[in-house]
């Protein structure tokens, strides 16, 4: 916007430059046909008149460079707000591939939300009640995960090793007994991989 009103002012500084010069160039072509033409018969008039053309030529030269000023900043600024608008184009048609990829993926998201609800609906309904319910009381807490897998003696929760009373703890516990990190507090799901 800042460089669309610069090409806008000096646009109208540019007729303001022209204007200036219209009147200019008309009294000084009326002058010299004056004088070309002989109708001035008194010299001390005829020379005012030479010095008033050759006052109205200097007088013109100034305007004229000081309208090719203005032009070539007004160029100038037409080049720059045309840059500007190329990459705020260029800025806009980027922004609007960067929304439609991110509704593809939010799309692809929900899709993946909804397979794993009827995925963990349909696994949670193996488990005893009483479990399931812990898990979800636990899982706030845990950034969204109640439960981490016992691996090598350490709990993948909170990546701590566990002692060794706590692991002979959880070695002399039944198959079917929840066990609890004593640092997080998640679920311990023991696999082959727990080191018991």
Do not use: F
């Not at 922004?95 to 993946?112: C, F, G, I, P, T």
């Amino acid at each position: 916007m800042a460089a669309q009103v610069a090409v806008s002012d000096l646009e109208l500084e540019q007729s303001k430059a022209e204007a200036d010069l219209t009147p200019v160039r008309e009294r000084l072509v009326r002058n010299q046909k004056r004088i070309g033409d002989g109708t001035v018969a008194d010299p001390k008039a005829l020379a005012g008149l030479v010095d008033e053309v050759e006052h109205l030529k200097k007088r013109i030269s100034d305007l004229e460079d000081n309208e090719l000023e203005v032009m070539q900043r007004l160029e100038d600024a037409v080049a720059l707000r045309d840059r500007l608008e190329t990459a705020v184009s260029e800025l806009r048609t980027e922004r609007e591939a960067l929304v439609a990829r991110r509704d593809e993926q939010l799309v692809a998201l929900d899709e993946q939300a909804r397979e794993a609800q009827q995925e963990r609906a349909q696994r949670a309904g193996g488990l005893p009640a009483d479990l399931l319910a812990l898990y979800d009381k636990l899982r706030p807490g845990h950034g969204g995960v109640g439960a981490a897998e016992l691996r090598a003696r350490r709990c993948t929760g909170c990546q701590l090793e566990l002692n060794a009373a706590d692991l002979r703890g959880y070695a002399a516990a039944a198959d079917d007994e929840v066990l609890r990190c004593e640092e997080c507090g998640r679920i311990l799901v023991r696999t082959p991989n727990s080191g018991l």
